[in-house]
């Protein structure tokens, strides 16, 4: 997951000099070869920033499905798929918790950055900032979205030279594993069912793959900060999480026989997309350009954010829930 600003209890440090840059260089060393922190106590001021920032925008993107995840909810046609969406539901509130927990022992209130903090100042991706309408597009989600968050806390998991955090990750990745195997089931039963079902789950892919394409970030020969891979933090960079999803989803879908706009390139030995990055959605029709597009322009539309960057959390801040569920 690339690292983007949040909100911090401390400004960024300055480039370490003298002592701190040896205390720097050693740990750099000393993760690079395996080495796993157990405490706060063992970092530099670089890395510890590095850590709270990768955390939190890990707990806000957690914590932004609970909204994002309301719609088919009440919309799942069955109580076993209703029952399937509010467990999902509850177990990202628990990876949420999780997460936010940690960032408690760094001195941070979980309270406080839950339901006091500016909505503006939650950090999430483009993918998770739009309403899913219906039970098809939801399983569609869990199917790429859900896949992609879980392709980075395995990376997480495998690689996080913070020993705490990559343990706390094994069951968020256990309950991860489930909700996209759920996807996967109910995608490819919405497939099989009837044609109108079958339109409706493409239209889903279309809407939905380009955007968890770009959750991994930018392309790596434009990705300016690498403290996540200089720490260990992460163990593999933007177009390495990229392949290892794309390694799943494209073969998963040809299996099934739904399109998608990407391939395998034996020449190249890796898959590769059907288009060209960066291009922009048309969230009045909700259909992808398809001509590629400035990164400034690509970035002016992340910046901004999509219909529900702000206003989910605005919803689960001020608790309007009762009366939509009974």
Not at 75 to 83: F, G, H, Q, S
Not at 97 to 109: A, C, H, I, S, T
Request: aromatic content about 12%; glycine content about 6%.
């Amino acid at each position: 997951m690339e690292s983007r600003q949040a909100v911090s209890h401390k400004e960024r440090p300055a480039a370490p000099v003298g002592g701190a840059a040896d205390h720097e260089i050693a740990l750099q060393v000393r993760v690079k070869s395996g080495y796993k922190l157990e405490s706060e106590t063992e970092m530099t001021a670089r890395y510890r920033d590095v850590l709270v920032q990768t955390m939190l925008i890990a707990a806000d993107l957690e914590l932004s499905t609970i909204t994002m995840y309301y719609t088919p909810l009440l919309m799942a046609p069955t109580l076993e798929t209703k029952m399937a969406v509010a467990s999902a539901m509850q177990d990202e509130l628990g990876h949420a918790q999780v997460m936010y927990r940690m960032l408690e022992d760094f001195g941070y209130n979980t309270n406080q950055l839950i339901f006091e903090r500016d909505p503006t100042e939650f950090r999430t991706f483009y993918l998770t900032q739009h309403e899913i309408k219906d039970y098809i597009q939801c399983v569609v989600y869990m199917l790429l979205g859900d896949r992609a968050g879980y392709t980075t806390t395995r990376d997480l998991e495998e690689a996080c030279s913070f020993g705490p955090y990559a343990r706390s990750l094994r069951k968020v990745n256990f309950e991860e594993k489930f909700h996209v195997a759920h996807g996967e089931r109910w995608t490819r039963f919405y497939w099989n069912h009837s044609a109108e079902t079958r339109q409706r789950v493409q239209e889903a892919i279309d809407f939905v793959f380009p955007n968890a394409v770009m959750w991994f970030g930018t392309p790596d020969h434009m990705k300016k900060r690498v403290d996540q891979l200089t720490y260990k933090i992460r163990g593999q960079s933007n177009d390495e999480l990229r392949q290892r999803w794309l390694a799943e989803v494209v073969p998963f879908c040809e299996s099934v026989g739904i399109r998608v706009p990407a391939h395998f390139e034996p020449a190249l030995g890796r898959y590769v997309l059907d288009y060209q990055v960066p291009i922009l959605l048309d969230e009045e029709t909700g259909k992808w350009s398809d001509t590629p597009c400035t990164w400034e322009a690509q970035f002016a539309q992340w910046k901004k954010g999509g219909p529900t960057k702000v206003s989910g959390f605005q919803r689960l801040q001020e608790d309007h829930w009762g009366a939509d569920l009974w």
